[in-house]
């Protein structure tokens, strides 16, 4: 298996040399060099980026630099207020949760936090939750039901924490009551995959009215490292296993899993942060005006519905 991220280093040589040119080149030059450039980078990344391969789109929706959930609170929302802990066990930092305001209109915000730098990632854990991070986002979830405020999750996961001590305080039990109470919230739900979405771990945030996707995210039940070995005993054909997958939002979309696809600026989310929230904004203000329109019990009904008809299959007689 070649470097996954091969793909991005002609773009990168690219940036490289603009770099160069614009600090190193005499006045005379630079700005007809730097445009020669660019246009060069801008064409490349085009070619590119229109023949993205599963894999590829893996490592993007992975990439270091990609915003996380408490970017996107940052950008999109005001007065957060963070809530702590699930009043049985700790506090989960893997899982941001609490309330501000979007658009003036007070709201549940609740999503999966990565960590940017080496002591972030380890005290947030690389993003995977523990149980009391998914008692967490329920407690806030069912306050939010409570004063009838809509529910924003944000998900990227690499899935949920599989270490003993989260096998021993109920981890499968936490996902599987999350499922169950999510499904029958009687309060707008709009689900975000913005990076990873990981199997169990971005499901246990993912049971809503609309299910939105990142163009370059990806939703799957296991990760394409873990199909390889589970199907081939052999973790390095990870790329021939994100094909079979059907990860991307893509095929998702295709599949009628999501129910929209949310457009990236060229080069993925991290090459323009400002353009990926402001379509993540108008997305969210778009579908939250639909769905204040619904009474509750057409919440209900519409959600349960929508869940029931996943996974409708035809047979072939042979």
């Not at 630079?30 to 490592?59: C, D, G, H, I, Y």
């Not at 809530?83 to 709201?107: E, W």
């Not at 989260?166 to 599987?176: C, D, S, T």
């Amino acid at each position: 298996m070649n470097d996954p991220r091969d793909f991005e280093r002609p773009l990168q040589e690219l940036e490289e040399q603009i770099e160069n040119v614009r600090l190193f080149a005499d006045e005379a030059r630079r700005e007809k060099e730097m445009a020669a450039l660019q246009k060069k980078l801008n064409k490349l990344r085009k070619e590119v980026f229109s023949k993205l391969t599963p894999w590829q789109v893996v490592q993007l929706a992975r990439h270091p630099k990609r915003p996380h959930t408490a970017d996107y609170i940052e950008a999109l929302f005001t007065g957060f207020t963070e809530v702590h802990g699930d009043r049985r066990f700790a506090d989960d930092p893997a899982i941001i949760a609490g309330f501000a305001r979007f658009g003036g209109a007070p709201v549940c915000v609740i999503g999966h936090q990565k960590g940017r730098d080496t002591k972030q990632k380890i005290y947030r854990n690389f993003g995977m939750p523990r149980p009391e991070g998914y008692r967490k986002a329920l407690r806030v979830m069912q306050m939010a039901e409570k004063f009838g405020l809509p529910i924003l999750t944000l998900i990227d996961t690499p899935g949920a924490y599989p270490g003993m001590d989260a096998e021993e305080r109920g981890q499968a039990e936490a996902i599987a009551t999350n499922l169950k109470e999510m499904a029958r919230l009687r309060t707008p739900v709009i689900a975000t995959v913005t990076g990873e979405g990981g199997s169990g771990g971005a499901l246990a945030l993912g049971i809503g009215d609309k299910i939105n996707m990142l163009e370059h995210s990806i939703y799957s039940v296991i990760s394409p490292e873990g199909c390889a070995a589970i199907l081939w005993k052999d973790a390095t054909r990870a790329e021939e296993a994100a094909a079979a997958l059907k990860l991307t939002a893509k095929d998702l979309l295709a599949l009628g899993l999501v129910d929209l696809v949310i457009p990236e600026p060229l080069g993925g989310a991290h090459a323009d942060p400002q353009a990926v929230f402001k379509a993540v904004g108008e997305t969210l203000s778009a579908e939250l005006e639909e769905l204040s329109k619904l009474s509750p019990e057409e919440l209900f009904d519409r959600r349960y519905n929508k869940f029931r008809a996943y996974g409708a299959f035809t047979e072939q007689s042979s």
